[in-house]
């Protein structure tokens, strides 16, 4: 059975610019998650969709923005780069609001210039 | 003070020793523990849960102090392949922001 896939594996954007990140969770999976890791820190929450909603949102400002797809798949925006916007962005999947059990794809590795 | 904390290490053991990390947590009411293993530019993977009564899987053990806010977790008989970063996760709530990840603590085992 696939895993979570995330695509890109990496993203290099100038300062202002807008990147565009996607997520597939496994098969059954119907809670996507987004997270931040950037380089020496913890994950930091991002974002929860569940059922094609926004179900909890992270300490993080308007700028990043995502929605899920019919299909449970997942899209991170983030507008208007900033150089601190450079990490590691992971997607997991869990069944309906299994919080506990999540599954992580690759990441995706950002890097704004 | 943060929510989950953990000692950043690195941990730098010889093979066969047996190495323990602990991990503090700010929130008396936190409800669940795991602990995850990140390998250098890969994902985390769930290890293992942290039961109240203390749990064991093969070499490692995990342990919950309620009293004192901390989860430790032990391995013995360490491996090469078990060098990687040790992520704390204790669940403070009921909704996803609530999953709180600790930054990691490194370990490096020599042979």
């Known amino acids: 059975e696939a895993g979570v896939t995330q695509s890109p594996t990496h993203l290099i954007k100038t300062r202002g610019q807008q990147a565009t990140l996607r997520c597939s969770p496994i098969s059954g999976h119907t809670s996507v998650y987004w997270y931040q890791q950037a380089l020496g820190l913890g994950l930091q929450f991002l974002l929860w969709y569940d059922e094609g909603e926004e179900r909890n949102r992270g300490n993080f400002p308007p700028r990043f923005s995502g929605r899920q797809f019919p299909n449970y798949s997942s899209e991170l925006n983030v507008n208007a780069l900033e150089l601190e916007d450079s990490a590691l962005y992971l997607c997991?999947?869990?069944?309906?609001?299994?919080?506990?059990?999540?599954?992580f794809g690759p990441g995706t590795r950002l890097t704004v210039l | 003070r943060k929510e989950v904390e953990q000692d950043p290490g690195p941990f730098n053991v010889p093979e066969g020793a047996t190495v323990a990390f602990n991990c503090t947590y700010s929130?008396?009411?936190?409800?669940?523990f795991f602990w995850y293993r990140q390998d250098c530019r890969k994902e985390p993977k769930l290890l293992m849960s942290v039961y109240s009564s203390g749990n064991e899987d093969g070499r490692f053990t995990a342990q919950l102090n309620r009293a004192s806010q901390y989860i430790s977790l032990l391995i013995r008989d360490s491996k090469l392949s078990d060098s990687a970063t040790y992520l704390c996760v204790v669940n403070m709530g009921s909704s996803a922001s609530k999953i709180i990840f600790g930054s990691g603590t490194r370990l490096s085992i020599r042979p």
């Open positions: 997991a999947s869990s069944l309906y609001r299994e919080h506990n059990e999540q599954f």
């Open positions: 929130n008396s009411a936190s409800q669940s």
